[in-house]
């Protein structure tokens, strides 16, 4: 009787759970994900990829297996907290083994990319901001105000500001007002 029992118990889980079956009609995203939408006439959004992530390790190295420490390392995420990483699939790959360790952000570059010269001039956020802050030069006529106002005969330089302050607050009442 047990056994009678435990085939139908077995026909009943197995008719269930068939892993084969896939629900009717979803769109089929790259991976293997399947999106139903509410709307029929669903469409996606225009979206750019980023070319590159800003990985950064949330978690410590300290009991995770070695094949976990291994990615880190080949990423060079264990000796810095903050990495840059390219936006391709075997990399990827390697950050979904380790998604539980990190945090990505995509970096995004709201002024422009940086070309060569830039290098120098550039500042990454925590946000994933790329800011390009060039080197700024004064204006010529800026230049030319500054020269005027040094060579200027009738400006008081700063010694003689000194005096003169010096002579009104030991004559308090009888000089310099």
């Not at 939408?37 to 979206?47: F, L, M, Q, V």
């Not at 949330?58 to 000796?79: A, V």
């Amino acid at each position: 009787m047990n056994r009678q029992l435990l085939k139908v118990q077995n026909l009943v889980i197995s008719f269930s759970r068939t892993k084969g079956y896939k629900a009717p009609g979803g769109l089929r995203y790259p991976g293997g994900i399947v999106y139903y939408p509410r709307n029929s006439d669903h469409k996606d959004p225009e979206y750019t990829p980023s070319k590159l992530f800003r990985v950064e390790r949330i978690r410590p190295l300290k009991f995770n297996p070695w094949w976990q420490k291994q990615i880190l390392k080949d990423l060079k995420i264990s000796e810095n907290r903050v990495t840059i990483v390219k936006n391709i699939p075997e990399i990827n790959s390697r950050l979904w083994k380790i998604k539980h360790l990190i945090k990505v952000t995509p970096i995004t570059f709201p002024y422009g990319e940086p070309t060569e010269e830039d290098i120098n001039h550039t500042i990454l956020k925590e946000n994933g901001q790329c800011l390009v802050t060039k080197t700024l030069s004064p204006h010529p006529k800026q230049i030319e105000a500054l020269e005027n106002f040094e060579n200027d005969k009738t400006k008081m330089d700063s010694v003689t500001i000194k005096k003169d302050s010096r002579f009104k607050w030991n004559n308090a009442y009888g000089g310099g007002f």
